[in-house]
């Protein structure tokens, strides 16, 4: 019996032990620290941009492929070395083109802990232009594509996002969101991080909502330096660095001395953070091309340690490979041991400097064309994936994927940001302009079967429609398929160019619809080689289904009826002033205030380029005296306004909607003979603002900004303008806070903003700017200086609102209907008699206050279901609520039958997300009682976004 009992025990002690294949990967993995040393975290690591200086392929065939081929082998020498591995666009090249052997290689890696991913995003994207669903869609595409090749242990716990140029909050909260423990990143304010490093405050819990509380909380480290290596100490074959010579008969012996310079570096650095662990990144741009060389002299330095022995404050220091998971680890074990509170900070990191007038504020608005492409491009990838769903498509659908690639490369921090060579660009404008293409064909046989019953219909898009491009548009007869990808019913206007005035159009009931015919807003046959039309035609397509849409069919005729003339819009007006031609006065929402709206220009200073922003003194109008021009018909009503051959504006009121007034602009071409032009919609008011505006950060939360002052740090105000410059993807607004009364304008793009002088909003629209640099941004295409058309959209009202929504709520509306506007389709075949001329893919619309952000395919008999609160807290009397949304006999084409709620990508069941605990911070989750598959009800907290995979059944249709 005793026998049989210690057979069992030492069965149970082999057991216990994880077998050769077992992976022990994550916080597992990680080396053992010491609270009574000073651990030293060395992070291998390379830095690869999706594209800068180089395309992206130029990039991976001349550089990339090195990095990883050669890793991979440094790896599997010495079990104690690391690696992290960040950009999925890049892994997935390298990975498609292994032997099955060099795969198991890595997944072995991966399950070992020693060669980790990090962000697992597509890109490692920007911060200031980018909107929340793009950065969402792009890490649930790269998590999702790493999870399927390398299983469980390639899920990150780290945002790693060394290089934007400034950081947002929406950032931190989504990586909370995402799963993730922690936020590393090196660029911050220089004053910033000379406090901080002061004040021992680099490592910090940043709180990344002011809505989701304390769940959205993440420890953030802020790098000592940048993200290279320490001078001196970089090991790969593109340095110079002395390598460390550990043998002591040759004459270059250094080793000693090489270990005494990196601990002095270490003492400095350990001297500026909280605990007794410090990271130090080995690594740099397109580092580790040749790993083994790096991985040896590594290793010498660690061994010198324990040859040589150094300390720091009396403690021993040890350096040991590690990863910024491990980092993570490591400091929270120690602030938990010594209940240790850090920091807790609730704003952001914008806007960035790394010198006395060198802000970094100038890309908010750089490559303004580009900025609208991957706007337009994510309606596009929005409307693919819904019916994509509807039609059961599979998740590895190659065009749609090329298109969900497509805008996982435009988010990277050096594309839309615009901080790329202009080669780089055109070949960006590539990808997208290949993507959306591709994912028109795939989806062009659902929305036709839904239409026609076949798949003979050729649906085209026309994305030269704002330049007057549209050749479908000129035959005599063309149908328009609008579809609208929000979960709501809405209307919206479309602009169609044309020939000839005279038409004749025909809604999905075959009701006549109410349209207009102005001539362009200028003549772009001198700026594009295509064949323009003259004219624009406007009209509104009203109540198009939610996730649905409406076909119209265009008839030339010989002569119009009479028009209506138009004289407001449902209490909406706006006046202009007869003798400057400026507008003066808008009525809206019941207030009635004198408003200006002009543009001028910046004079580049001597610093300006791509990245930075350096005006040379105050802005100067464009014109003194502006051309008007009425335009009165049964759509809206409006001025066409000319400040100079270069500069023109339409401002609109639509009849059917008099939420907002749009201003619809044409900068360009800037001549820069002169010196540089950075251009600016100006607004005026008298409101009393008192240094205070507030912009959005990333499309979704507001956030507060004071003029000359941040949270954080004192400020000195070198550059008063710059300075006080942030991005802008979704909204700018100025209240005055005695009247209760706000304006707010919104964009149809990523911009740079501020309220330089009290009661005023200003955006940056254009930028045209020769430089030494190479980043320059003297943008030309057809041979002149790229011309940019964009819209601004103004609100304005008591904040109390309209009396059924707040303006608030009524902001947000005008903002997502402008984010996802309808996609237009356009063909020349006849589509009389179809089955299906209007169509929805929700039996009922959702609730206001609610978004379907997701809806996609996503395996066999599953589809990825997103829902959003898209209010804040306070925000509505009534919309700011929760609300509860039941999925059941929701969708026309298939029955929800189970839910399982997942993290915010959609690849971690929400009962393994187990995030860290710090102490002053109870960041994980709130206890929630287990769902039951079955239960399809979904409640929502403000600013709550909840994701689930639905088992669905698909119905006969």
Known sequence: MLLKLLFLVLLGQIRAKPVEDEPVCGYEACPATNFSTLNVHLIPHSHDDVGWLKTMDQYYFQDVQNVISTVIPALKQNPDRRFVQVETAFFKKWWEQQKDSVKQDVIKLVNNGQFEIINGAWSMNDEANVHYQFTIDQYTLGLRYLEDRLGKCSR???????????????????????????????RLDYRDRINRLGTKTGDLIWRGSSNLGNSSDIFTSVMYNHYSAPAGFCFDIVCND?????????????????VEAFANFVREQASKYPTNNILVPMGDDFRYQAALNAYINTDRLIKGFELFPQTFEGKPIKLLYSTPTCYTKAVNDFVNSN??????????FFPYADGVASLVVGYFTSRPASKRFVREANTMLQVAKQLAAVANLPYENENINSLKEAMGVLQHHDAITGTELIDVTHDYHRILHKGISDAVNAINPILSNLISGSDSLKLESCLLANVSVCLQAKADQFILTVYNPLSRVVSSPISIPVETENWKILDSNGDEVVYQVVPSITDFSTLVDETTSPNSLDFIAKDI??????????????TKPT???????????????????????????????NVTQDFLVYKSGGRSQAYVFDPDGDPQ?????????????DVYYGVVQEFSDWAKQIIKVYKNDSSYIEFDWVIGPLNIDDGGKEVISQFSTPLQTEGVFYTDSNGREILKRVRNQRPDYDYTDEQPIAGNYYPVTSKILIRDENLGVEMAILNDRAQGGSSVKDGQVELMVHRRIRSGDGFGLDEIEYGHGIVVRGKHFLVLGPVSGNGEKSLAAIERDVAQRKLLPPWVFIT?????????LEYSSLKRPLPDNVQLLTLEPWSDGTLLVRLEHVLEKNEDENLSKEVT?????????????????????????????????????????????????????????????????????????
């Open 156 to 186: 990150p716990k780290v945002c790693w996002q060394i290089d934007p140029f400034g950081h947002s909050r929406e950032q931190a909260s989504i990586s909370a969101q995402l799963g993730f423990d922690s936020v590393f990143f090196a």
């Open 242 to 258: 002395e390598p460390i010579i550990d043998d002591e008969e040759s004459p270059d012996y250094n080793w000693k001395s090489r």
């Open 339 to 348: 209940n240790y509170k850090l920091q807790i900070k609730s704003d952001d």
């Open 545 to 558: 289904p939610a996730l649905g849409y409406k076909v119209y069919t265009f008839t030339k005729v010989a």
């Open 563 to 593: 028009k209506r003339i138009t004289v407001g819009a449902d209490g909406t007006t706006f006046e202009i002033d007869e003798v400057s031609g400026l507008l003066t006065s808008v009525t809206m929402n019941g207030v009635t205030l």
């Open 621 to 633: 109008r464009v014109a003194s005296t502006v051309t008007v021009k009425k335009i009165e018909g």
């Open 828 to 836: 020349n075949q006849d589509v009389s008699g179809s089955k299906n």
């Open 885 to 957: 949304v039941d999925l059941s006999d929701l969708f026309v084409a298939f029955t929800v039958q189970e839910l399982k709620e997942t993290t915010l990508a959609g690849n971690i069941p929400i009962e393994e997300n187990v995030r860290l605990h710090w102490p002053g911070s109870t960041n994980e989750a709130p206890p929630q009682a287990p769902r039951a598959p079955t239960d399809l009800t979904i409640t929502l907290a403000p600013m709550q976004i909840r994701t689930f995979l639905a088992t669905v059944t698909y119905n006969n249709l």
